[in-house]
């Protein structure tokens, strides 16, 4: 069963629609980029910060660097979390690596000289999609500080090389479900995150078959959908981006 037009509770969407996606930038005072991303339910503040330096592996090598940091607040879910304060779990480091992958996907990091970009993801709720909504805020966090460092004549223009956006999408019971809440995500018999530029080219997928193993051709439909989904992604993404 494929159908898409099969409504989900409680949101009434479609197979293939997105949650209600809202970007809302310049939330927050002295960061050089900073937006709200509201997906649903999921709340994430990515703020983007300029450091004029680079790792000391990078000196000398006329190159910068975008690196990232995930944390979700104590009660951003149903029950409190302890702080991620003496050592970040192995789930955090692994969400903000893909991060930062992703987001120097966006980055011609020779043109941005040495200095470096930090990107903080902060979850103030939890409902399901968090590191790929944390991705899709975080470029367009980035692309705001690329724009300030271009207006102040620190690097040329042309940094910021395109968009990168990522959406999650599973398969339940033969249906394939784009942008999964927390409900969703947890019972699916297979979960997949899609992370995709704006030109339309994958930068990471990644897929699990949680209760049952999946064919060739529903990865085909879930790849599918997942482009399709992530289309509305960047549009969203691209008009707030034009307004800078």
Same mark, same amino acid.
């Given at each position: 069963?494929?159908?898409?037009?099969?409504?989900?509770?409680?949101?009434?969407?479609?197979?293939?629609?997105?949650?209600?996606?809202?970007?809302?930038?310049?939330?927050?005072?002295?960061?050089?980029?900073? %937006?709200?991303?509201?997906?649903?339910?999921?709340?994430?503040?990515?703020?983007?910060? /300029?450091?004029?330096?680079?790792?000391?592996?990078?000196?000398?090598? $006329?190159?910068?660097?975008?690196?990232?940091?995930?944390?979700?607040?104590?009660?951003?879910?149903?029950?409190?979390?302890?702080?991620?304060?003496?050592?970040?779990?192995?789930?955090?480091?692994?969400?903000?690596?893909?991060?930062?992958?992703?987001?120097?996907?966006?980055?011609?990091?020779?043109?941005?000289?040495?200095?470096?970009?930090?990107?903080?993801?902060? /979850?103030?709720?939890?409902?399901?999609?968090?590191?790929?909504?944390?991705?899709?805020?975080?470029? @367009?966090?980035?692309?705001?500080?690329?724009?300030?460092?271009?207006?102040?004549?620190?690097?040329?223009?042309?940094?910021? @090389?395109?968009?990168?956006?990522?959406?999650?999408?599973?398969?339940?019971?033969?249906? %394939?479900? /784009?942008?999964?809440?927390?409900?969703?995500?947890?019972?699916?018999? @297979?979960?997949?995150?899609? @992370?995709?530029?704006?030109? $339309?080219?994958?930068?990471?997928?990644?897929?699990?078959?949680?209760?049952?193993?999946?064919?060739?051709?529903?990865?085909?439909?879930?790849?599918?959908?997942?482009?399709?989904?992530?289309?509305? /992604?960047?549009?969203?993404?691209?008009?707030?981006?034009?307004?800078?």
């Amino acid at each position: 069963m494929t159908t898409e037009n099969i409504l989900r509770e409680p949101s009434h969407r479609t197979a293939h629609d997105i949650r209600p996606l809202n970007l809302e930038p310049s939330v927050t005072r002295y960061a050089e980029g900073s %937006v709200l991303v509201k997906a649903g339910h999921t709340h994430i503040l990515c703020t983007a910060s /300029v450091d004029e330096n680079v790792p000391s592996w990078l000196k000398g090598k $006329g190159q910068g660097w975008i690196t990232a940091e995930y944390s979700m607040l104590p009660r951003a879910t149903h029950t409190r979390s302890k702080r991620d304060r003496e050592k970040i779990s192995g789930r955090t480091q692994e969400i903000q690596r893909l991060i930062g992958r992703a987001i120097r996907g966006c980055i011609n990091l020779k043109a941005l000289g040495e200095r470096q970009i930090i990107l903080d993801c902060d /979850v103030l709720q939890a409902d399901g999609g968090t590191r790929t909504a944390s991705i899709t805020g975080a470029c @367009v966090a980035l692309s705001m500080a690329i724009r300030g460092l271009e207006k102040q004549g620190k690097i040329p223009p042309g940094a910021f @090389v395109d968009t990168v956006a990522a959406i999650s999408v599973g398969m339940k019971k033969g249906q %394939v479900l /784009v942008d999964l809440d927390y409900n969703e995500d947890s019972s699916c018999d @297979v979960d997949m995150n899609f @992370v995709m530029t704006g030109s $339309g080219k994958f930068i990471e997928i990644q897929g699990t078959a949680e209760h049952q193993a999946f064919s060739q051709d529903e990865m085909k439909l879930m790849t599918d959908a997942a482009v399709i989904a992530l289309k509305n /992604v960047t549009k969203i993404q691209k008009d707030l981006i034009a307004k800078f």
